[in-house]
């Protein structure tokens, strides 16, 4: 769960790094006649703009796609290999993702394993639209809970 969140973070801010460099490339190509140029026949800043504003375009999609694509793979792995439990949402907020519409949940969960006391767990789920009634702080969920890394992961309801 950390990882996503820092993944999210660090692609978010890349992002806006990147217009530093765009507008630094605007302002290095000002005054520059029109045509063809090759490579070597850049200024300095120019080159040095392109290379930021690849760089972190790149890096910025690369860690926004993959971020909800590794949580996804998460919760299959937790929800194949883990241990069913039952949990309590106390607390669920916007993640700002969506897919089709429909947006992926954060949820704060008070986890009841058999023989052990709770424990506080947040997982990330896309959620329908329409199921989002159905998931408010206090409801009961069945979950799976991975003991290895300590991951949970919502049962289909």
């Known amino acids: 769960m950390k990882l996503l969140n820092t993944m999210r973070r660090v692609g978010w801010l890349a992002f806006g790094l990147m217009w530093i460099f765009f507008i630094t490339l605007m302002v290095s ?4 006649p029109g ?7 850049l200024p300095p800043l120019t080159r040095f703009s ?33 241990l069913p439990a039952e949990a309590i949402i106390l607390k669920l907020s916007d993640t700002g993702t969506t897919i089709n519409n429909n947006p992926i949940v954060r949820l704060l969960l008070e986890v009841h394993l058999p023989g052990q006391s709770p424990f506080q767990a947040e997982t990330e789920q896309l959620f329908s639209q329409l199921q989002i009634p ?6 009961t969920v069945q979950v799976k809970y991975n003991p290895t890394n300590q991951a949970v992961a919502l049962v289909d309801q």
């Open 29 to 32: 190509l000002i005054g520059m």
């Open 134 to 139: 159905q998931i408010q702080p206090g409801t």
């Open 50 to 82: 392109l290379v930021g504003v690849g760089g972190l375009f790149l890096m910025s999609i690369t860690l926004l796609v993959s971020a909800p694509i590794i949580g996804g793979l998460s919760n299959r792995a937790t929800l194949a290999r883990g």
């Open 35 to 41: 045509g063809d140029y090759a490579w070597s026949e």
